[in-house]
């Protein structure tokens, strides 16, 4: 099985940094990937590592190490719009290849 | 980008009554399509994955004769929730990944279920 945390909630300013962190379990890892989700909204793509390293986009990047089972989502530059829930999913090493969701960081950002 | 088109995004529906929910790929094929509920300020919870020509994988504890799942075409995926109740009501949101091995999910817009 796969068990996923990250932290319930965090706060931060505009235009400041933020890291939110996901440590998991897995039998079988083929890959994390981050998620955003605005309330009422279904889950819009971030990013995806299934090698160790910092992957970066714009102003999101993920970083992943699969010998610590940890990965985090860094945010910078952070908007008002930046205000949203985000999911850390771990995929399986099976041929559905279904994926795992954390229950979520709700990230609220203050002016 | 890969486009996932799930409705109706809203359903009311009284007690004891079935609700038939849509997910279709627009863009791509998809042979594996995953369909989750989310409670408020809960994670997605799988309920199970379809499969295209053949029966869909449930998760534990989910009731395979409540939650009937069809996957008759690469594009097509319907959640039927079979004699609703009102500890039913959810946001039920499917999900699709294209054939190849590691792209991400896309997900529908998700239903809102309120069952009365």
């Known amino acids: 099985g796969q068990n996923i945390d990250q932290p319930t909630e965090m706060t931060a300013t505009e235009g400041a940094i933020v890291q939110i962190n996901c440590t998991y379990q897995?039998?079988?890892?083929?890959?994390l990937f981050w998620y955003q989700q605005h309330a009422g909204e279904a889950p819009t793509f971030l990013s995806y590592n299934v090698l160790d390293g910092l992957e970066e986009k714009g102003r999101f990047s993920s970083f992943l190490s699969r010998s610590k089972g940890y990965s985090y989502l860094l945010l910078k530059e952070l908007q008002m719009k930046d205000s949203a829930s985000y999911l850390c999913?771990?995929?399986?090493?099976?041929?559905?290849?279904?994926?795992?969701f954390g229950d979520g960081t709700t990230l609220t950002v203050k002016p | 980008g890969a486009v996932v088109s799930q409705h109706p995004s809203r359903v009311i529906c009284k007690s004891g009554t079935s609700v038939k929910i849509e997910c279709r790929s627009l863009d791509f094929q998809a042979t594996t399509m995953f369909w989750y509920r989310q409670f408020p300020k809960q994670s997605l919870m799988l309920m199970a994955t379809?499969?295209?020509?053949?029966?869909?994988?449930?998760e534990q504890g989910v009731e395979k004769d409540k939650f009937l799942i069809n996957h008759a075409s690469l594009t097509l995926s319907t959640l039927t929730v079979t004699s609703a109740h009102p500890e039913d009501s959810s946001f039920y949101i499917c999900s699709a990944r294209d054939i190849f091995g590691n792209s991400p999910l896309h997900f529908g817009n998700g239903t809102r279920l309120t069952v009365t």
């Open positions: 999913a771990v995929r399986a090493n099976t041929n559905a290849g279904k994926s795992t």
């Open positions: 379809s499969n295209e020509g053949s029966k869909a994988t449930y």
């Open positions: 897995t039998s079988g890892f083929n890959g």
